[in-house]
Protein backbone atom coordinates (compact mmCIF):
# COMPACT_ATOMS: atom_id res chain seq x y z
CA UNK A 1 0.00 0.00 0.00
CA UNK A 2 1.86 3.38 -1.12
CA UNK A 3 -0.12 6.25 -0.84
CA UNK A 4 0.85 9.98 -2.32
CA UNK A 5 -0.56 13.00 -0.86
CA UNK A 6 -0.37 16.18 -3.29
CA UNK A 7 -1.65 19.11 -2.25
CA UNK A 8 -2.10 22.99 -2.14
CA UNK A 9 -0.34 24.78 0.88
CA UNK A 10 -2.38 25.50 3.89
CA UNK A 11 -5.13 22.86 3.03
CA UNK A 12 -4.31 20.10 5.51
CA UNK A 13 -2.35 18.02 3.48
CA UNK A 14 0.33 17.03 6.09
CA UNK A 15 -2.24 16.29 8.89
CA UNK A 16 -3.91 14.56 6.84
CA UNK A 17 -1.10 11.99 5.79
CA UNK A 18 -0.28 11.72 9.43
CA UNK A 19 -3.82 10.58 10.43
CA UNK A 20 -3.74 7.89 7.41
CA UNK A 21 -0.82 6.66 9.16
CA UNK A 22 -1.85 6.26 12.04
CA UNK A 23 -5.04 4.48 10.90
CA UNK A 24 -3.11 1.68 8.66
CA UNK A 25 -0.20 1.61 10.94
CA UNK A 26 2.01 2.50 8.01
CA UNK A 27 5.23 5.10 8.34
CA UNK A 28 4.57 8.94 6.76
CA UNK A 29 7.39 10.74 4.92
CA UNK A 30 7.52 14.53 4.39
CA UNK A 31 10.10 16.55 5.84
CA UNK A 32 12.16 13.34 6.77
CA UNK A 33 12.90 13.22 3.27
CA UNK A 34 14.25 16.50 3.71
CA UNK A 35 16.35 15.18 6.54
CA UNK A 36 17.74 12.65 5.14
CA UNK A 37 19.31 14.12 2.05
CA UNK A 38 20.98 16.80 4.81
CA UNK A 39 22.19 13.87 6.82
CA UNK A 40 23.86 12.15 3.87
CA UNK A 41 25.13 15.12 1.98
CA UNK A 42 26.33 17.13 4.46
CA UNK A 43 23.78 19.86 3.95
CA UNK A 44 22.28 22.12 6.31
CA UNK A 45 18.35 20.85 6.60
CA UNK A 46 16.68 24.50 5.56
CA UNK A 47 19.17 24.98 2.06
CA UNK A 48 17.64 21.77 1.48
CA UNK A 49 14.29 22.93 1.64
CA UNK A 50 14.91 25.94 -0.22
CA UNK A 51 16.29 23.70 -2.98
CA UNK A 52 14.05 21.34 -3.35
CA UNK A 53 10.90 23.91 -2.91
CA UNK A 54 12.48 26.49 -5.16
CA UNK A 55 15.37 25.41 -7.34
CA UNK A 56 14.95 22.10 -8.47
CA UNK A 57 13.26 22.44 -11.41
CA UNK A 58 15.57 25.37 -12.99
CA UNK A 59 17.89 22.92 -12.92
CA UNK A 60 16.26 20.02 -14.14
CA UNK A 61 17.27 18.30 -17.49
CA UNK A 62 14.31 18.44 -20.37
CA UNK A 63 13.82 14.57 -19.41
CA UNK A 64 14.22 13.53 -16.02
CA UNK A 65 16.55 10.02 -16.21
CA UNK A 66 18.93 11.46 -19.17
CA UNK A 67 22.26 12.48 -18.40
CA UNK A 68 22.94 15.64 -16.57
CA UNK A 69 24.57 18.20 -18.38
CA UNK A 70 28.53 18.07 -17.36
CA UNK A 71 28.43 22.16 -17.98
CA UNK A 72 26.84 23.55 -14.85
CA UNK A 73 27.99 25.84 -12.01
CA UNK A 74 28.60 24.63 -8.59
CA UNK A 75 25.08 25.72 -7.02
CA UNK A 76 23.53 23.72 -10.11
CA UNK A 77 25.40 20.78 -9.11
CA UNK A 78 24.26 20.92 -5.68
CA UNK A 79 20.37 21.44 -6.51
CA UNK A 80 20.83 18.96 -9.21
CA UNK A 81 22.57 16.32 -6.52
CA UNK A 82 19.48 17.03 -4.17
CA UNK A 83 16.87 16.11 -7.03
CA UNK A 84 18.80 13.17 -7.67
CA UNK A 85 18.60 12.19 -3.88
CA UNK A 86 15.20 12.83 -3.42
CA UNK A 87 13.92 10.80 -6.21
CA UNK A 88 16.33 8.05 -4.51
CA UNK A 89 15.14 8.45 -1.11
CA UNK A 90 11.49 8.50 -2.41
CA UNK A 91 11.76 5.54 -4.14
CA UNK A 92 13.76 3.25 -1.41
CA UNK A 93 11.07 4.25 1.15
CA UNK A 94 8.55 3.05 -1.30
CA UNK A 95 10.59 -0.27 -2.14
CA UNK A 96 10.66 -0.92 1.57
CA UNK A 97 7.20 -1.57 1.75
CA UNK A 98 3.68 0.33 2.57
CA UNK A 99 4.35 4.24 3.51
CA UNK A 100 3.22 7.51 2.77
CA UNK A 101 4.63 10.46 1.00
CA UNK A 102 3.29 13.67 1.43
CA UNK A 103 4.35 15.82 -1.52
CA UNK A 104 7.73 16.11 -4.12
CA UNK A 105 5.80 14.85 -7.12
CA UNK A 106 6.06 11.27 -5.34
CA UNK A 107 2.53 10.11 -7.36
CA UNK A 108 4.94 10.59 -10.87
CA UNK A 109 8.27 9.28 -9.23
CA UNK A 110 6.60 6.06 -8.09
CA UNK A 111 4.32 5.50 -10.95
CA UNK A 112 5.14 1.91 -11.32
CA UNK A 113 4.34 0.97 -8.16
CA UNK A 114 0.45 1.47 -8.80
CA UNK A 115 -0.24 4.44 -5.16
CA UNK A 116 -3.46 5.59 -4.58
CA UNK A 117 -3.12 9.64 -5.54
CA UNK A 118 -4.36 12.31 -3.21
CA UNK A 119 -4.97 15.74 -4.15
CA UNK A 120 -5.73 17.75 -1.14
CA UNK A 121 -6.83 21.35 -1.63
CA UNK A 122 -9.11 24.41 0.14
CA UNK A 123 -10.43 27.72 -0.76
CA UNK A 124 -8.23 30.75 0.25
CA UNK A 125 -10.10 31.76 3.59
CA UNK A 126 -9.77 27.88 4.97
CA UNK A 127 -5.95 28.02 4.27
CA UNK A 128 -5.31 31.13 5.55
CA UNK A 129 -7.01 30.03 8.95
CA UNK A 130 -4.97 26.85 8.98
CA UNK A 131 -1.56 28.53 8.22
CA UNK A 132 -2.05 30.76 11.04
CA UNK A 133 -3.14 28.44 13.21
CA UNK A 134 -0.38 26.17 12.92
CA UNK A 135 2.26 28.86 12.53
CA UNK A 136 5.29 28.74 15.09
CA UNK A 137 5.50 31.98 17.83
CA UNK A 138 8.23 33.47 15.43
CA UNK A 139 6.49 33.68 12.35
CA UNK A 140 4.70 36.87 11.81
CA UNK A 141 3.06 37.14 8.80
CA UNK A 142 0.32 39.45 7.84
CA UNK A 143 -2.80 37.54 5.86
CA UNK A 144 -1.45 39.58 2.83
CA UNK A 145 2.14 38.03 3.11
CA UNK A 146 0.63 34.41 3.62
CA UNK A 147 -1.29 34.69 0.43
CA UNK A 148 1.83 35.75 -1.73
CA UNK A 149 3.58 32.66 -0.10
CA UNK A 150 0.57 30.41 -0.89
CA UNK A 151 0.83 31.25 -4.05
CA UNK A 152 4.53 31.29 -4.34
CA UNK A 153 5.04 27.89 -2.87
CA UNK A 154 1.95 26.69 -5.43
CA UNK A 155 3.43 28.04 -8.23
CA UNK A 156 7.00 26.22 -7.70
CA UNK A 157 4.68 23.10 -6.86
CA UNK A 158 2.99 23.46 -10.55
CA UNK A 159 6.77 24.08 -12.17
CA UNK A 160 8.45 20.92 -10.36
CA UNK A 161 5.77 19.00 -11.61
CA UNK A 162 6.17 20.53 -15.06
CA UNK A 163 9.83 19.60 -15.30
CA UNK A 164 8.83 15.20 -14.44
CA UNK A 165 5.25 14.70 -16.55
CA UNK A 166 3.28 16.46 -19.23
CA UNK A 167 0.23 15.82 -16.61
CA UNK A 168 -0.90 18.85 -14.35
CA UNK A 169 -0.32 19.37 -11.00
CA UNK A 170 -3.82 19.85 -9.31
CA UNK A 171 -6.14 18.40 -12.44
CA UNK A 172 -8.23 16.10 -11.31
CA UNK A 173 -7.72 13.24 -13.74
CA UNK A 174 -4.52 12.37 -12.26
CA UNK A 175 -5.42 11.55 -8.80
CA UNK A 176 -7.65 8.92 -7.53
CA UNK A 177 -9.13 10.79 -4.92
CA UNK A 178 -9.43 15.10 -4.33
CA UNK A 179 -10.18 16.03 -1.34
CA UNK A 180 -11.81 19.63 -0.42
CA UNK A 181 -10.55 20.57 3.44
CA UNK A 182 -12.77 23.73 3.75
CA UNK A 183 -15.02 23.81 6.38
CA UNK A 184 -14.18 20.39 7.79
CA UNK A 185 -11.96 18.92 10.41
CA UNK A 186 -9.46 16.84 8.87
CA UNK A 187 -9.26 14.26 11.79
CA UNK A 188 -13.34 13.78 11.17
CA UNK A 189 -12.88 12.96 7.94
CA UNK A 190 -9.87 11.04 8.00
CA UNK A 191 -11.29 7.94 8.63
CA UNK A 192 -13.71 7.79 5.82
CA UNK A 193 -11.28 8.53 3.28
CA UNK A 194 -9.31 6.00 4.72
CA UNK A 195 -11.57 3.43 4.33
CA UNK A 196 -12.33 4.63 0.39
CA UNK A 197 -8.69 3.83 0.36
CA UNK A 198 -8.70 0.36 1.84
CA UNK A 199 -11.82 -0.51 -0.32
CA UNK A 200 -9.53 0.53 -3.47
CA UNK A 201 -6.51 -1.32 -2.52
CA UNK A 202 -8.78 -4.48 -2.56
CA UNK A 203 -10.80 -3.95 -5.35
CA UNK A 204 -7.04 -3.53 -7.11
CA UNK A 205 -6.15 -6.64 -6.03
CA UNK A 206 -8.53 -8.51 -7.26
Not at 169 to 177: A, P, S, T, V
Amino acid sequence: MIITISREFGSGGRELGKRLSDAFSIPYYDKEIIALIAKENGFDENYVTHISERKIQAAYPLTIGHQFATTVNHVTEQTVKIAVEQHKIIEQFAAQGSCIIVGRCADVILEKYFPFNIFVYADKEAKLQRCKEYASADEKLSSTELVRKMREIDKNRTAYRNFLTDTKWGEKENYHLCVNTTGVKIKQIAPNIAAYIDEWFKQAQT
